[in-house]
């Protein structure tokens, strides 16, 4: 009756020593490249999450050109994407259309939650045809989480 804290021990038999001991070429070499590829895996993850980590958020705004006109209204869709490596909470995107003679309009969008390197899209409503005039679209604010 061998007990837990017996000093005899027992060992493994010498058929399963040889079995597990005795791998060929082929075995090791599709070891060692699994593993290098895991390895290297693990390491760029690591990297890109400590290196978008510490950049700030950051905003590019894309205007599209393709105005659409419904019940006498321009709709002008526009894409904001963060390009910085931090999470953004509540992006505010304003946009100021500026038609000579015509009093400035203006519209705001507000994006509850923006990811590092995501993009969302949205679309402006203005009374008159913003090809008329400059139309200016920027991030104003936004918030960390």
Partial sequence: MNLPNS??????SDGAQTRFGQRSAAEWVTFVV???????????ILFDWQT???RPPAFA???SEAVRVTDGRYYVPFAITNTGGRIARMVQVTAELAIEGVDEETGEQQIDFLSGHETKAGSFVFSHNPQGGDLMVRVASYRLP
């Fill in 52 to 54: 978008n980590q510490n």
């Fill in 61 to 63: 705004v894309a205007v």
């Fill in 7 to 12: 000093s005899t021990s027992t060992t493994p």
């Fill in 34 to 44: 699994a593993t290098v590829i895991l390895l290297a895996l693990v390491g760029l």
